[in-house]
């Protein structure tokens, strides 16, 4: 039985005419069914381009597991498991890197990549469901198809859980360096090298002050930011924007299936196509930098914005579209057991939790979907609310009630979570009815309880709502000149991608406006 489907086998046939020199698939098996999926994989693959070419006596001792190599086997990537899901795109992107195609990254980039010394062995472990996981199993592919002294080994924490329990992994993706943990959750190339680099942010941050005012300046990079940069840039101005991560909180959404005209899509999928419609602009795109401070004009007519790197930008208008990120419970021992038992992205770190005991925290759409998605891979789902009813759609409640191993409780409010010191083992709430305490053993809790604003390095400069929300007119002015917002850090209400985008595009043509009147 192929593994490829024909549609996918004639695109990748056609994918692999872009390689530049030959490349070899090693790989290492046993009698497993996997390993069998494995063979059949590699086989199809070898078979659709004379570059390619196939043997089965590797020695890796992660089985099933095959590698990618060329030049010798100074570059070579390594895929322990079937690379299939949301990695199939990095299965792909590896075959050609590493057989010599270029990657779309600046040349800048690239270069401080070959130069790095080593050794660097890296090793991911990521899910197939997790949509965050491939951007850093791609970045850190490229570095070892570029540089002989990085090796990297992207490894299923499903299908390898005895390594997963044994090196304590709770979460998605986790990268270990030369053996040492180096990082968890989403992080692109430039992240990365920065880390590894270190001064990588000293050099940007020089190029970033150096840079000329703009005339519209965008703070974020989501679907309110991404929305203003375009409508700014059609114009014909110059237009920057600086963000912490492009995509935002985009990049944390698994399903999108409201977002008019587009019956289904992902988030990170989504992000990807926002970054490069507002590429397709004359638009400068200031990637992972934080802002920290906002100076407002003064006898110049410039807003400042200052930059966690030491760095600071000015324009005649600032739009700020900081986004949300997720709401914490703010209880003991959840800042503790992050990542060892309590997580936000139940996509994302589900599968590693399978056949255990989890809680959801949250009673809305969000919690409502996690725990049915997690009833079909742990054993037993309890979904803990804080009110006396359930605020989900009522679709999905009438779906949560009819799974056998799903327990809802309403009218609690978590107090604790329990552990070991290593991970979570339970959590306590309180009964708000009764008052009575309760202890509920589990291994795994995920947070679903809404979003707060990124809007803290503000206070003080604009006006906020008793929620951190920046505060809006109708023309999505602050009440700052020349500052304006938009998104899911405003007052605005509904927070949708569909409106950010809305509010994105107004609060563009209002700062256009500003700029024609002054």
């Given amino acids: 039985m192929p593994v490829l489907d024909a549609p996918t086998t004639a695109q990748l046939k056609g994918l692999l005419v872009n390689l530049r020199r030959p490349i070899e698939l090693v790989a290492s098996l046993d009698e497993s069914a996997k390993s069998a999926d494995m063979r059949s994989l590699v086989e199809e693959i070898a078979a659709l381009s004379d570059k390619v070419t196939a043997r089965f006596d590797g020695t890796d001792e992660r089985r099933p597991s095959f590698a990618i190599e060329a030049d010798q086997g100074r570059s070579r990537v390594v895929f322990a498991g079937l690379p299939l899901g949301h990695e199939f795109t990095s299965l792909i992107l590896a075959l050609l890197h590493v057989g010599g195609h270029p990657p779309k990254e600046e040349a800048d980039l690239l270069d401080t990549v070959r130069g790095l010394e080593g050794p660097l062995h890296f090793e991911t472990f990521f ?247 997690l009833a079909g891979i742990v054993a037993h789902v309890t979904l803990i609310e804080f009110d006396k009813e359930l605020r989900a759609d009522a679709v999905l409640q009438t779906k949560l009630h009819s799974l056998p191993n799903v327990t809802v409780i ?44 990124n809007t803290e390095w503000l206070k003080g400069d604009l006006a906020l709502s008793n929620r951190g929300e920046i505060e809006v007119d109708a023309h999505n002015a602050t009440n700052l000149p020349g500052v304006f917002a938009a998104g899911d850090c405003t007052t605005v209400p509904y927070k949708q991608i569909i409106i950010a985008m809305g509010e994105g595009a107004k609060a563009s043509l209002s700062a256009f406006d500003y700029l024609i009147r002054n």
Avoid at 151 to 174: S, W, Y
Wanted: glycine share 12%; hydrophobic share 40%; proline share 4%.
């Fill in 127 to 373: 899910s197939l469901s997790c949509q965050n996981c491939p951007d850093v199993v791609q970045a850190l592919n490229i570095m070892a198809a570029l540089n002989p002294n990085v090796t990297h080994v992207a490894i299923d924490g499903g299908l390898f859980q005895d390594e997963v329990e044994r090196r304590k992994i709770m979460a998605v993706p986790t990268v270990f360096l030369n053996g040492e943990p180096f990082g968890q959750g989403r992080m692109d190339l430039a992240e990365i090298v920065s880390k590894i680099d270190t001064g990588a942010v000293a050099r940007a941050a020089e190029k970033i002050a150096a840079k000329e005012p703009f005339e519209v300046l965008v703070v974020g990079g989501g679907p309110a930011g991404a929305a203003a940069a375009i409508y700014a840039a059609r114009k014909g101005i110059r237009t920057g924007v600086v963000a912490e991560r492009f995509g935002g909180q985009v990049l944390d959404t698994m399903g999108i299936e409201n977002f008019i005209s587009v019956p289904h899509t992902e988030g990170p999928k989504l992000a990807t196509q926002l970054e490069q419609h507002v590429k397709d602009y004359d638009v400068d795109v200031m990637n992972l930098q934080q802002a920290v401070a906002l100076k407002p004009a003064n006898g110049d007519g410039l807003t400042e914005i200052a930059l966690a790197s030491g760095a600071s930008l000015k324009a005649r208008t600032v739009i700020l579209s900081t986004g949300a990120r997720w709401r914490q419970m703010g209880v003991p021992g959840e800042d503790e057991y992050r990542n060892k038992g309590v997580a936000y992205c139940p996509h994302c770190d589900g599968p590693l939790f399978k056949g255990k005991r989890t809680a959801v925290i949250g009673g809305g759409n969000s919690g409502v979907e996690a725990a049915i998605d």
């Fill in 410 to 453: 309403t009218s609690a409010q978590t107090t604790q979570v329990l552990g070991n010191g290593e991970k979570v083992t339970g959590l306590v709430y309180k009964d708000r009815v009764s008052g009575n305490e309760v202890t509920v053993e589990l291994e795994g809790i995920f947070v679903q309880i809404g979003l707060v604003p």
